[in-house]
T-cell receptor, first 114, second 114 residues
Framework: GNSVTQMEGPVTLSEEAFLTINCTYT??????LFWYVQYPGEGLQLLLK?????DKGSNKGFEATYRKETTSFHLEKGSVQVSDSAVYFC?????????????FGGGTRVLVKP | DAGITQSPRYKITETGRQVTLMCHQT?????MFWYRQDLGHGLRLIYY???????DKGEVPDGYVVSRSKTENFPLTLESATRSQTSVYFC?????????????FGEGSRLTVL
């Protein structure tokens, strides 16, 4: 079956530090890959996505590249801010007869200190 | 621009009681989903629906019932609540189409079963 593995948190950083959150996946076929972010007390919202190998998704200074050869989709940001404190979820989507389904990783909590 | 709303936001109930969590979306999205979020497990899919009157089981469907008589509503019922169903429940919706995959999440319903 499909699965997503991401590094466990919490990850604690100082402001302006470099952030990397590792994500690897197992899937049949060619899934689309996503990063979602959950700010405290809110639902998840899409951060970025990539639909095919070597695509790079980017948004709000975050980037992730779809690496088919290593089945990875690591999230990076060069200089984090306190407002980036959140839980980040890696996910993959498969399309089938029953529709689109997202499979999520366990989430990584990031805390950025001033 | 109401989007997707869940009710109640917070609920405390007792073991054995029936509980229904409501989800309503205003975008006429075909797909709707119910996830539960638990520490150490991330988000797990309970049920999903590709259209009105079409529902299917996700990863953890036991103890839950769903219905979808109208496109905009997707209630989740716990017929006889158990303590293991204490969780935060998220409803989500999306449009069909390969590669889109963006789910729009509600703010969550926090359920405590005593």
């Amino acid at each position: 079956g499909n699965s997503v593995t991401q590094m466990e948190g919490p990850v604690t950083l100082s402001e302006e530090a470099f952030l990397t959150i590792n994500c690897t996946y197992t899937a049949t076929g060619y899934p689309s890959l996503f990063w979602y972010v959950q700010y405290p007390g809110e639902g998840l919202q899409l951060l970025l996505k990539a639909t095919k190998a070597d695509d790079k998704g980017s948004n709000k200074g975050f980037e992730a590249t779809y690496r088919k050869e290593t089945t990875s989709f690591h999230l990076e940001k060069g200089s984090v801010q306190v407002s980036d404190s959140a839980v980040y979820f890696c996910a993959l989507m498969t399309v089938g007869a029953a529709g689109n389904k997202l499979t999520f990783g366990g989430g990584t909590r990031v805390l950025v200190k001033p | 621009d109401a989007g997707i709303t869940q009710s109640p936001r917070y609920k405390i109930t007792e073991t054995g009681r029936q509980v229904t969590l409501m989800c309503h979306q205003t975008w006429s999205h075909s797909y709707m989903f119910w996830y539960r979020q638990d520490l150490g497990h991330g988000l797990r899919l309970i049920y999903y629906s590709a259209a009105a009157d079409i529902t299917d089981k996700g990863e953890v469907p036991d103890g839950y019932v769903v219905s979808r008589s109208k496109t905009e509503n997707f209630p989740l019922t716990l017929e006889s609540a158990t303590r293991s169903q204490t969780s935060v429940y998220f409803c989500a919706s999306s449009s069909p189409g390969r590669g889109t995959g963006e789910l729009f999440f509600g703010e969550g319903s926090r359920l405590t079963v005593l």
